[in-house]
C-alpha cells in the first residue's frame, strides 16, 4: 500500500501560480507512474497530467497542455505539478494516485493509492 500526501493548494487569482506536491510513502517500489487528476463541484473526476518513473515520458489533458508542468525527485518520493496561468475553470480538488503500470495513463482505473487531494481555487 503506498499513502500519497498532496500539499500546495490555495486560492490564487488568475493568471497566477501554484505549485503542487504529492508526497509518497510506504510501498512506493510499487508506483511507477505518478498523476495528478482533478474534481470540480459537480463534474466528474478527470486526468490532468501523468510522469513516467524516469520522468522521461509526460502525458497532459490538453485542456492544460502548455500550462501545467509535472516533474518528479524518485530520492524524495515526491511529485510535483506547476500550474501557470490559472484560470478560473482549473478549480478543483486536486488529487495524486499512484500506478504499478510503466507507461503513463489517463485512465482512473489503471491507479491503484489515491491521496486525499488539495483544494485550488482560481478567482476571476
Known amino acids: 500500500q503506498v499513502q500519497l500526501v498532496e500539499s500546495g493548494g490555495g486560492l490564487v487569482q488568475a493568471g497566477g501560480s501554484l505549485r503542487l506536491s504529492c508526497a509518497a510513502s510506504?510501498?512506493?517500489?510499487?508506483?511507477?507512474?505518478m498523476g495528478w487528476f482533478r474534481q470540480a463541484p459537480g463534474k466528474e473526476r478527470e486526468f490532468v497530467a501523468a510522469?513516467?518513473?524516469?520522468?522521461?515520458?509526460?502525458y497532459y489533458a490538453d485542456s492544460v497542455k502548455g500550462r501545467f508542468t509535472i516533474s518528479r525527485d524518485n530520492a524524495k518520493n515526491t511529485v510535483y505539478l506547476q500550474m501557470n496561468s490559472l484560470k478560473p475553470e482549473d478549480t478543483a480538488v486536486y488529487y495524486c494516485?499512484?500506478?504499478?503500470?510503466?507507461?503513463?495513463?489517463?485512465?482512473?482505473?489503471?491507479?491503484?493509492?489515491w491521496g486525499q487531494g488539495t483544494q485550488v481555487t482560481v478567482s476571476s
Open positions: 510522469i513516467s518513473w524516469s520522468g522521461g515520458s509526460r
Open positions: 510506504g510501498r512506493t517500489s510499487s508506483s511507477y507512474v
Open positions: 494516485a499512484a500506478s504499478a503500470l510503466r507507461i503513463a495513463s489517463s485512465r482512473e482505473g489503471e491507479y491503484h493509492s
